[in-house]
């Protein structure tokens, strides 16, 4: 059932009816055994009063049973010739009897109570023995009038229930319904929201069972709100970043169409070439980001060899980097292996390698460098660039931020991409200013990321 | 019309600084607020297009320090966002004029001629003086409908002395405006310049103040 509302009515409905069923067979039960002893009890008492009226004389038992003594009996109009009476003399001659009592005998048994059938019904029956003027009275109940007495009080509880059963039904229906009014408004609030309307719900006069709900939703309510407020900082910074450049490219190309001077139109054309190739990194620079937070495990962790990593990297960013530094890999890293992500921790470890590289003087020297710890393993790039002003550390893992420092080519994004990188991967970044200038630039491996 | 030029980006710079200089104006560039903040205080400028991100900064803090300081030069900001809400938040920080990335190079020469013509009271393109017609958009003069054709410091030496009529420019003040800080000062180039522009335009043109300086003069 997939109504709150249909499963509430319905349980609630059973279980009364259930209640009201079980109370009904018990009063049923319980009245028939009350009436049973009640009418045991008169059944005893009738008996001992006919026969003592026999003792007083009042019957005779010598006088011919055709004159049929009358026998007074209580009337009642729906329970009418309810007792029928029986005086037989003790040689088995009926000596009287009343109207509604049947011509044989009520009971074989001399005294107490017994039942007999006689014509198809049942009879309950008392019988006392007066030897002293030798008579046996008999005083018997029809059991189908006990019968119909019990059901009666049990179909007058019956009826009132089918009336009230509907008319229950329906105020169950309705309370059901009004207690559930809070999670249609909730429900009806929600649908009403705009798309970019992501306020927390108001938690006063919330029902207790809906409160978890609402602080859930408002939860979520709050990380997506956060999530886009990020995206528009990220989105404006990019903006930002990418029409400089192309601002820069049209003046250049203006200038270089304007001027008839050879010497400026290279210049132009020069500085053209320059903004192309760092205007296609930082592209390349967004749609790592872009990549790396849309896919946390498009490609899950393999054994890495860093070493042969960073190798391949300073092949490559020699190439086209122009750095005129020299970079050297400690020995150690070929001998480590780390289950990682590869293509994060070459992200992290391209940026950082990317920026030793433009900060480092001409004929400096980067050197990758491993150190073990029992917590951790860490890869450092060192550089003997300028380093981080101390102001600046705080900030320079933002998106954009560009330092005193910058290079010409830095977009404000290297750092921030090896630290988002680094984190999806399970690792950290750590920079630190070395002791004799520049920068040592650190991936943390965890002790449970090495094979 | 000496334009400082505040921007971080080297290749954007770069080009302002050339491609303004080829629409005549004379340039200097700074990449960073603390510069640009140097910049102002040292020199006159006749405009100023500023960046509004700075590596060290925001270029609206230049603009509050600059208008705090009372000083009216012209302010063209540049900027990547471009939303109305930026554009109204510019203009009442007291920006003149607006720009967004990209942008063309020769708008912005528009627009900051623009700016130096109203800030001088002007509300016509050409400026006129007895017989004499200055085009500033394109550069060019005119004497008694009879084209004339000056070098870039004669016509701005020129420029300047008809931006304001009546005023008296001393000969630093029209160096300032022929030189950018990078740029060479010959000792007696304003005395040349002013020579030739006697012999291209009527001796009466420009008149010699003694001690003083150099203003127009009204007898052609």
Request: proline share 4%.
């Amino acid at each position: 059932m997939r109504s709150i509302r249909a499963r509430l009515f319905f349980i609630l409905l059973v279980t009364t009816g259930l209640m009201w069923l079980s109370a009904t067979l018990w009063i049923f039960f319980s009245t028939r055994a009350e009436v049973e002893q009640v009418l045991d009890a008169r059944l005893m008492e009738a008996a001992k009063m006919v026969s003592s009226l026999v003792v007083n004389q009042e019957i005779d038992p010598d006088r011919p049973a055709q004159t049929k003594a009358k026998i007074p009996i209580l009337d009642h109009p729906h329970y009418d010739r309810q007792l029928s009476c029986q005086i037989w003399s003790l040689d088995g001659t009926l000596i009287g009897k009343s109207e509604s009592a049947p011509e044989t005998t009520l009971s074989a048994h001399a005294t107490g109570l017994s039942e007999t059938v006689i014509n198809g019904e049942t009879w309950r029956v008392y019988a006392v023995e007066n030897a002293e003027l030798g008579v046996r009275v008999l005083v018997g109940d029809n059991l189908r009038i006990r019968d119909r007495l019990v059901n009666d009080v049990v179909k007058g509880l019956l009826f009132p229930a089918l009336l009230i059963i509907p008319l229950l039904a329906t105020l169950i229906w309705l309370s059901v319904g009004r207690g559930l009014a809070p999670l249609r408004k909730l429900a009806g609030d929600l649908a009403a929201r705009d798309a970019s309307d992501l306020h927390p719900i108001k938690e006063t006069a919330t029902p207790s069972e809906i409160s978890p709900v609402l602080r859930a939703l408002n939860g979520l309510f709050g990380r997506v709100a956060g999530a886009r407020q990020r995206e528009q900082n990220f989105i404006a910074f990019a903006a930002h970043e990418l029409r400089t450049p192309l601002a820069g490219l049209k003046t250049q190309a203006q200038v270089a169409l304007a001027s008839n001077d050879a010497e400026i139109r290279e210049k132009a054309l020069g500085q053209i070439v320059a903004g192309v190739d760092r205007t296609g990194r930082l592209v390349r620079q967004l749609l790592d980001i872009a990549s790396v937070e849309a896919s946390e495990t498009t490609r899950a962790a393999a054994e890495v060899n860093p070493g042969d990593m960073l190798v391949s990297l300073r092949n490559e960013l020699l190439g086209h980097a122009g750095g005129a530094a020299t970079v050297l890999v400690d020995p150690g890293l070929f001998h480590l292996r780390i289950r990682i992500n590869p293509d994060l921790l070459r992200l992290a470890a391209r940026n950082l390698m990317e920026n030793a590289l433009h900060h480092s003087p001409a004929g400096g020297t980067i050197l990758c460098t491993l150190e073990k710890d029992d917590a951790a393993a860490t890869i450092a790039i060192d550089d003997d660039g300028p380093g981080i002003p101390p102001e600046e550390m705080p900030h320079v893992t933002e998106r954009f931020f560009r330092g005193r420092f910058k290079a010409a080519i830095g977009s404000g994004l290297g750092l921030s991409i090896a630290e988002l990188a680094l984190h999806h991967a399970d690792a950290a970044l750590e920079l630190r200013n070395r002791a004799k200038g520049g920068l040592s630039a650190r991936i943390v491996l965890p002790k449970d990321l090495i094979v | 019309m000496r334009v400082l030029i505040v921007e971080d980006d080297d290749i954007l710079r770069d080009g302002l600084k050339v491609g303004l200089g080829l629409a005549g104006f004379t340039t200097d560039a700074v990449a960073t607020r603390e510069s640009a903040e140097a910049a102002l205080a040292a020199g006159s400028f006749d405009a100023v297009v500023l960046d509004l991100m700075l590596p060290d900064g925001s270029g609206s803090d230049v603009l509050k320090k600059l208008r705090d300081a009372r000083n009216d030069t012209p302010v063209l900001l540049l900027t990547a966002r471009d939303t109305v809400a930026d554009r109204v938040s510019g203009l009442d920080m007291g920006a003149d004029d607006y720009l967004g990335k990209p942008f063309d190079l020769d708008e912005v020469a528009a627009r900051l001629r623009a700016l130096a013509r109203r800030s001088a009271g002007r509300s016509t393109a050409l400026i006129e003086w007895a017989t004499i017609r200055l085009d500033p958009a394109r550069q060019s003069v005119e004497k008694a409908g009879t084209p004339v054709r000056l070098s870039r410091r004669e016509y701005s030496i020129l420029h300047a002395l008809m931006s304001q009529p009546g005023a008296i420019f001393s000969k630093a003040t029209l160096e300032d405006k022929l030189y950018g800080w990078q740029e060479e000062v010959e000792s007696n180039a304003v005395e040349v310049h002013i020579h030739h522009l006697r012999n291209k335009l009527g001796p009466g043109l420009i008149e010699t103040v003694r001690g003083i300086g150099y203003r127009l003069g009204s007898d052609i």
